[in-house]
């Protein structure tokens, strides 16, 4: 292993990582916060409510692998390599040595490389196996390390996850598996199907957890709040559903977290302090 990704993993080093295997996987703050740098919008959601209510929100992302020098100390930065693009990966080795001497502990893979929305459109699967493998599995033992993140589009999400797993071929080290699920407040049957399809196709196992690192439902306020008050309880009693996140935390957006003064709005009150 070159020695840019890290000195040898000392085995009391290993211990100590897996020893944290449980927080990692079932974390006492699964919820986190997408957000685009600078990290303005994500500083409240670790307080306590007005009421005292404990936070449940412990950790962001940003869509990019640069840790901003203000990120905010009591939460999780977890750095991800959006696409195979060398504008991301010629960064990725020293913002991801940066970030973990920081805090961070896990770490996200490309971004809905099925979706024909970006540039990486359908990213070709054997290739995105053997970047996976480049970039990511040298952070093994260092970081819990996940797949891409497909979309809830059933025409390409699930086969290219299925394409992916087979072009890996088993050489590929991944700790959780990541998906996205967009859909109308009143879908909320649709939501539960597509979780547990996802954990059909990939089984039980400790490396068969799931991350929703980006999830929307359409609709009002309180639409949006009847949706959650769905979907988190039931996230939550799965011991396979990992982390979770809704998109997402800029003012103004549909179903914004964050007011304009970078606080939890209406919505982002009941994410953040529904109890677990």
């Known amino acids: ?37 600078p990290p303005q919008w ?14 449940n929100v412990g950790w962001a992302y940003s869509w990019g692998s640069s840790m ?31 970030a973990l001497g920081r805090g961070a502990k896990c770490l996200l893979s490309f971004n809905e490389p099925d979706s024909c929305d970006h540039q990486a459109c359908m990213l070709d699967l054997p ?42 071929a088993g050489r590929c080290i991944i700790d959780f598996h990541t998906v996205h699920w967009y859909g109308s ?9 597509f979780l547990f399809q996802i954990h059909d196709i990939l089984g039980d196992g400790n490396t068969q957890k799931i991350w929703i690192t980006e999830f929307h439902a359409e609709g009002t306020t309180d639409q949006q709040i009847d949706f959650l008050n769905f979907a988190i309880p039931l996230m939550d009693g799965l011991d396979w559903v990992v982390r979770y996140a809704w998109w997402w935390t800029q003012p103004g957006s549909d179903g914004a977290l964050t007011d304009g003064n970078g606080f939890p709005t209406q919505l982002g009150h009941v994410y953040t302090y529904k109890g677990l």
């Open 1 to 37: 292993m070159s020695s840019i990704f890290s000195p040898p993993i000392s085995l009391f080093q290993l211990c100590l990582l897996f020893a944290s295997l449980l927080t990692v996987v079932r974390s006492t703050s699964p919820r986190g916060l997408p957000y685009n740098d």
């Open 127 to 168: 290739v995105a196996a053997q970047h996976y493998i480049d970039y990511m599995n040298p952070f093994h033992g260092r970081a819990f390390l996940g797949a891409p993140a497909i979309t809830s589009d059933p025409h390409s999400g699930i086969p290219w996850l299925k394409g992916f797993i087979a072009a890996c």
């Open 42 to 55: 994500i500083r409240h959601f670790r307080e306590n409510s007005g009421s005292g209510e404990t936070s």
């Open 68 to 98: 901003a020098s203000d990120f905010p100390s009591d939460s999780e930065f977890v750095p991800m390599l959006w696409d195979d693009r060398p504008e991301h990966t010629n960064s990725w080795v020293n913002n991801v040595n940066d």
């Open 185 to 193: 407040w009143d879908q909320k049957q649709l939501f539960h199907d």
